[in-house]
């Protein structure tokens, strides 16, 4: 079965500092795709990053990296100097192929802290 | 270009009483999905659309729970009647190819409250 687990509920990091949300993923899969979406207090889910299977070189996208550990099935995801508008739900996803379609399931998330 | 459109933004009903959630894709994008959101929680799949086929609804209590999407475009999702634990944020997206690299784009959703 399908399975995304944070387990991480909440973290707090100092404002300009780097921090890394965990994320792990289960599936028999072998052809899948890894994401991460930040959900600030308006409630709409915003694409950050994403992570083919398939991918050597792990993702960045700006201030976002995805560290990609296949054979521990893990997808991290590191945010660089942190900003006051980082503070948000933090959510790791995976998509897979299904008879009919492909499918998106999502982590509990982990609520990001920013102090200044 | 305009995002996933979703009304209304807030919801209170009574418990038994029905309520229903309207969307609008982005134009052009053939996957649409209905999530539901419990406070704490991560977005679960309640159905999932391919036009205006059902591709996956296996997490959808179909005793209280419909939708459908006319025309392979705009959704509704009803909920008939309604009970106290459909409390949640019902969020709608849309996706264009069906692949593994597809990134969903989320509407704003619609916050329930049922008491």
């Known amino acids: 079965a399908q399975k995304i687990t944070q387990t991480q509920p909440g973290m707090f990091v100092q404002e300009k500092e780097a921090v890394t949300l965990d994320c792990t993923y289960d599936t028999s899969d072998q052809s899948y795709g890894l994401f991460w979406y930040k959900q600030p207090s308006s409630g709409e889910m915003i694409f950050l990053i994403y992570?083919?299977?398939?991918?050597?070189q792990n993702a960045t996208e700006g201030r976002y990296s995805l560290n990609f550990q296949k054979a521990r099935k893990s997808a991290n995801l590191v945010i660089s100097a942190s900003q006051l508008g980082d503070s948000a739900m933090y959510f790791c996803?995976?998509?897979?192929?299904?008879?009919?379609?492909?499918?998106?399931?999502f982590g509990a998330g982990t609520r990001l802290f920013v102090k200044a | 270009e305009a995002g996933v459109a979703q009304s209304p933004r807030y919801k209170i009903i009574e418990k038994r009483q029905s309520v229903a959630f309207w969307c609008n894709p982005i134009?052009?994008?053939?996957?649409l999905y209905w999530y539901q959101q419990i406070l704490g929680q991560g977005p679960k799949l309640l159905i999932q659309?391919?036009?205006?086929?059902?591709?996956?609804d296996s997490q959808l209590p179909k005793d209280r729970f419909s939708a459908e999407r006319l025309k392979g475009v705009d959704s509704t999702l009803k909920i008939q009647p309604a009970k106290l634990e459909d409390s949640a944020v019902y969020l709608c997206a849309s996706s264009t190819d069906p692949s593994t690299n597809e990134k969903l784009f989320f509407g704003s959703g619609t916050q329930l409250s049922v008491l």
């Open positions: 996803a995976m998509r897979e192929g299904r008879t009919g379609g492909f499918k998106t399931i």
């Open positions: 134009s052009g994008h053939a996957t």
């Open positions: 659309f391919q036009n205006n086929g059902v591709v996956d």
């Open positions: 992570q083919g299977s398939y991918d050597e």
